[in-house]
């Protein structure tokens, strides 16, 4: 049974940093992709960044291009999510998910960002 439990969100004020961390565990685990999402309150959830295991390549929303980072260590079977510049519209629910079709989620951790 994989799974995927994040951690690192918590309150920060606008412009500052956090590094979301997604450790997945339960046997053999090479999905295709890991990435992140995460909805804010009253809003569906969103697409944030992906990376892809194979060719490590990246892909970010519009939004987040340029502040967010997203990195893996293989080794760990851990994915990170590197935000900086943070602003009150990243308040979120943070999520990890893995897999060609996104079949494995965390249970998310919460970013909070004041103004």
């Known amino acids: 049974q994989v799974q995927l439990v994040e951690s690192g969100g918590g309150l920060v004020q606008a412009g500052g940093s956090l590094r979301l961390s997604c450790a997945a565990s339960?046997?053999?685990?090479?999905?295709?992709?890991m990435g992140w999402f995460r909805q804010a309150p009253g809003k569906e959830r969103e697409f944030v960044a992906h990376i892809m295991l194979n060719t490590d390549r990246t892909a970010y929303a519009d939004s987040v291009k340029d502040r967010f980072t997203i990195s893996i260590e293989k080794a760990k079977n851990t994915v990170y999510l590197q935000m900086y510049s943070l602003k009150p519209e990243d308040t979120a629910v943070y999520y990890c998910?893995?897999?060609?079709?996104?079949?494995?989620w965390g249970q998310g951790t919460q970013v909070t960002v004041s103004s």
């Open positions: 998910a893995a897999g060609l079709q996104w079949a494995y």
């Open positions: 339960g046997g053999a685990f090479s999905p295709y992709r």
